[in-house]
Nanobody, 124 residues
Framework: EVQLVESGGGLVQVGGSLRLSCAASGFRFDDYGIGWFRQAPGKEREGVSCINGRDGTINYADSVKSRFTIAIDNAKNTVYLQMNSLKPEDTAVYYC?????????????????WGQGTQVTVSS
């Protein structure tokens, strides 16, 4: 059974940093694509970044390019999202998700397994 557990969210000031973790179990990263998504109140869930375990290809949403970094630690079965230079508009619940096979873009409908989410709040 695929399980994903996010952690690392919290309250941070504008310009600050957070590192989110997604602890995974029940599958091999080599066979899956992993995505980070976020959902702000009243808005649709949107893709932030995704990475393919097989070949390491990565995609970022334009809104987070050069600020966020996604990475896999195979030894710890964990996917990280390093978030720097945070803005108030980054405030949302952040989710990680897994899809068997490869992912090209962060489309929520493409992912079948989801974590419970972690809240990120950026205060001004």
């Amino acid at each position: 059974e695929v399980q994903l557990v996010e952690s690392g969210g919290g309250l941070v000031q504008v310009g600050g940093s957070l590192r989110l973790s997604c602890a995974a179990s029940g599958f091999r990263f080599d066979d899956y694509g992993i995505g980070w998504f976020r959902q702000a109140p009243g808005k649709e869930r949107e893709g932030v970044s995704c990475i393919n375990g097989r070949d390491g290809t990565i995609n970022y949403a334009d809104s987070v390019k050069s600020r966020f970094t996604i990475a896999i630690d195979n030894a710890k079965n964990t996917v990280y999202l390093q978030m720097n230079s945070l803005k108030p508009e980054d405030t949302a619940v952040y989710y990680c998700a897994a899809r068997e096979g490869t992912v090209v873009a962060g489309r929520p409908a493409d992912f079948g397994s989801w974590g419970q989410g972690t809240q990120v709040t950026v205060s001004s």
